[in-house]
């Protein structure tokens, strides 16, 4: 079974500052998905990754597979990105999907 | 406008009664996946499927239940043999493409609170 561990836990920061969360696996994966969800509870789904580097807005999503890592960065932080950010990974020929406990991200105007 | 919808959002239950939370997607995938979150722990698999009438245990099946009579509908039922049922529920759904990576898509969650 894979093992997902994000960090940090809990991130406060200023508006505008560039944010990074890190998310590392212990076992080879077909995909790493970050989600984002926010106080009501729904969650979205950001991106999801097997190799490189994808970009969307501010939302940078970046995975080294040799290393078993992967990172979400969000430049010039907004309050309205206030949210738990969550890593989760799809091992080989599994269906089902294992999840990090989160990262609580509060952005201070 | 595709998604997924769960119903109701927050449910209160006395101890004791079963409980059933809907969970319908209109996005015609052909899996659909019940989660459990609660405080400080990733989301866990009760229970998916990944076609009509099949369903497969997830990591902590016990105290629940599922039916797949329809590609949109997977219902869950919390049972009394659940020890400890207050949480968050959330329902997931996603493509089968042969050969690609689908992502999964997620509803809004269902409060449930047993007093």
């Known amino acids: 079974k894979n093992e997902v561990e994000q960090s940090p836990q809990n991130l406060t920061a200023q508006e505008g500052e560039f944010i990074t969360i890190n998310c590392s696996y212990s076992?080879?994966?077909?995909?790493l998905h970050w989600l984002q969800q926010h106080p009501g509870g729904g969650i979205v789904s950001l991106f999801m990754?097997?190799?490189g580097k994808k970009k969307h807005g501010r939302l940078i999503a970046t995975i080294n597979i040799q290393e078993k890592h992967s990172s979400l960065h969000i430049t010039a932080s907004h309050p309205r990105d206030s949210a738990v950010y969550i890593c989760a990974v799809a091992n080989f020929g599994n269906e089902k999907l294992t999840f990090g406990t989160g990262t609580r991200l509060t952005i201070i105007p | 406008d595709g998604g997924i919808t769960q119903s109701p959002k927050y449910l209160f239950r006395k101890e004791g009664q079963n409980v059933t939370l809907s969970c319908e997607q209109n996005l015609n995938h052909d899996a659909m996946y019940w989660y459990r979150q609660d405080p400080g722990q990733g989301l866990r698999l009760i229970y998916y499927s990944q076609i009509v009438n099949d369903f497969q245990k997830g990591d902590i099946a016990e105290g629940y239940s599922v039916s797949r009579e329809k590609k949109e509908s997977f219902p869950l039922t919390v049972t009394s043999a659940q020890k400890n049922p207050t949480a968050f529920y959330l329902c997931a759904s996603r493509g089968l493409r042969t050969g690609l990576i689908d992502e999964q898509f997620f509803g809004p969650g269902t409060r449930l609170t047993v007093l």
């Open positions: 990754l097997s190799s």
């Open positions: 076992v080879g994966i077909s995909a």
